[in-house]
């Protein structure tokens, strides 16, 4: 079973830029497909970005142009760099894993371990 530790959240100015790593242990995350989800206070937790196992990727037309998924099988982390953030992008992000497979998936549901969270602020 895949444990998931996600890193690189704070409070940042509207237009910067934040860097997310999310670090696995108890398996190779060269077995499994990745995303990105976030949840703000009061709503449900939405689709950010994916990777498949071989690189793929998919992101929410909310962060498209914005942000890059990749992954590093080497070192067992997968990434997200999220540029010109904005206070909408204010939430706890997680880093979810499900088994590998050629398609990309956006539901939480369809993943099946995850990380605790990270909280990432912009102030205007």
């Known amino acids: 079973q895949v444990q998931l530790v996600e890193s690189g959240g704070g409070l940042v100015q509207a237009g910067g830029s934040v860097r997310l790593s999310c670090v696995a242990s108890?398996?190779?995350?060269?077995?499994?497909?990745m995303g990105w989800f976030r949840q703000a206070p009061g709503k449900e937790r939405e689709f950010v970005a994916a990777?498949?196992?071989?690189?793929?990727?998919k992101y929410a037309d909310s962060v498209k142009g914005r942000a890059t998924i990749s992954r590093d099988n080497a070192k067992n982390t997968v990434l997200m760099q999220m540029n010109s953030v904005k206070p909408e992008d204010t939430a706890v992000y997680y880093c979810?894993?499900?088994?590998?497979?050629?398609?990309?998936?956006?539901?939480?549901?369809?993943?099946?371990?995850w990380g605790q969270g990270t909280q990432v602020t912009v102030s205007s």
């Open positions: 979810a894993a499900r088994s590998w497979s050629w398609r990309l998936y956006e539901k939480a549901v369809e993943y099946d371990y």
């Open positions: 108890g398996g190779s995350l060269k077995n499994y497909n």
């Open positions: 990777i498949t196992y071989s690189g793929g990727t």
